[in-house]
């Protein structure tokens, strides 16, 4: 009979590498919690970064090196600064210089000339020759030839990229999912993206441009297949066929999400349905779009969290903000993955949909990261 042990530890190793955790700080120092609010890692490094890739780079004596998972150092600590692994490649500082490194804290050569070391991300890299800007991936290769001006960072796997001040879209094979024919592009999702061409905006779906008749702004496209634009000092939403179906008549809003979006009328927020008609009144002076959970943060004084028929579940006396840091952007404000960042007391922590907090208030506290 096989031994059960080992069959248990098969069933183990998965979920250990899987888990989501969190970065904090606890009296100074830095380690990391489970979803559970547990620590997967005791707080004892001096700095720490995110995990991405595996790996998480942490500071040591005024030295940055690696750890895994489990805590166990992997690369010793003996770089002057240290970002984020990304498809096995690293970027570190050792006295003045940027080298790139792999997951034996080996410095690799090979990457093409450049100006400068850029981060990979979604498993390419920048790098620029002559002002212009191409692709390597992480064997180093060459991806795309240097030809744009300007390529901005990828999300979800797509960018947006200048060439002679005009914009498309590229994907990590360097290939134009949207022409750069457009004076301005938005974000891309479901092969749909906002453009303005001249002097004209609309919508460019499936490599198709449709002009929004009488826009003069639009806003980035979310979950659902309704785009927000402006016309006459006015906001409303527009289909990705480019047709009016909420008429312009807000001074702002937000994407739609759970077929409700935020808006403001007369310097309040509420949310209204795909019809454009008020599920819950504008009662808020701001306002987040829905999360998955079915939880949106609204701001009376302070911000707190209602479901989607308005009900107050969590009251409204949080901070929160758009989490930001290293490689990693998250523009929602609110529940992520089952758990919202906020700040109580100037203390950091995560709450449950229920209102209850996870463990306890930190001196910061980052955002899950999928490992």
């Not at 609309?202 to 979310?222: K, P, R, Y």
């Not at 001074?251 to 309040?268: H, W």
């Not at 006396?317 to 960042?341: C, P, V």
């Amino acid at each position: 009979m096989k031994n059960p042990f080992i069959f248990l530890l098969l069933l183990v190793i998965p979920f250990v590498n899987s888990q989501e955790l969190a970065l904090v700080k606890k009296k100074g120092k830095f380690g990391f919690i489970t979803k559970e609010g547990t620590f997967a890692i005791e707080p004892k490094f001096d700095g720490a970064k995110n995990f991405s890739d595996g790996l998480a780079a942490i500071e040591e004596n005024g030295k940055w090196g690696f750890i895994d998972t489990t805590g166990a150092i992997v690369i010793s600590p003996s770089f002057d600064n240290a970002k984020y692994f990304d498809s096995g490649i690293c970027i570190i500082q050792k006295n003045t210089d940027w080298f790139y490194i792999n997951k034996k804290g080996e410095i690799v050569k090979g990457a093409p000339q450049s100006d400068k070391l850029f981060d990979f991300n979604n498993g390419v890299a920048f790098f620029r020759q002559a002002g212009k800007v191409g692709l390597i991936n992480n064997k180093f290769e060459i991806v795309l030839a240097p030809k744009y001006d300007v390529i901005r960072a990828f999300q979800n796997g797509f960018a947006r990229a200048a060439k002679d001040d005009l914009w498309g879209i590229i994907d990590t094979a360097g290939k134009e999912v949207v022409e750069v024919s457009y004076d301005e592009v938005g974000n891309y999702v479901n092969n749909t993206t906002w453009a303005k061409k001249k002097k004209t905006y609309g919508i460019v779906h499936n490599s198709q441009f449709i002009a929004v008749e009488g826009a003069t702004e639009m806003g980035d496209i979310g979950t659902q297949n309704l785009v927000a634009a402006k016309k006459n000092g006015k906001f409303g939403f527009v289909n990705l066929e480019g047709q009016w179906v909420i008429q312009p008549r807000f001074s702002k809003t937000k994407p739609f999400s759970k077929n409700l979006a935020p808006v403001l009328i007369n310097e309040k927020w509420g949310y209204i349905n795909p019809k454009g008609v008020f599920i819950i009144n504008p009662a808020y002076t701001d306002a987040e779009s829905f999360s998955e959970n079915g939880l949106a943060a609204v701001k009376d004084y302070n911000w707190g969290f209602i479901n989607e028929t308005g009900e107050l579940i969590i009251p409204t006396k949080y901070e929160i903000s758009i989490a930001l840091f290293g490689m990693f952007m998250h523009q929602e404000k609110g529940f992520i993955d089952g758990l919202a960042r906020v700040k109580l007391s100037g203390k950091w922590g995560f709450l449950k949909p229920d209102g209850g907090l996870l463990s306890e208030w930190y001196q910061n506290a980052e955002l899950f990261q999928k490992q």
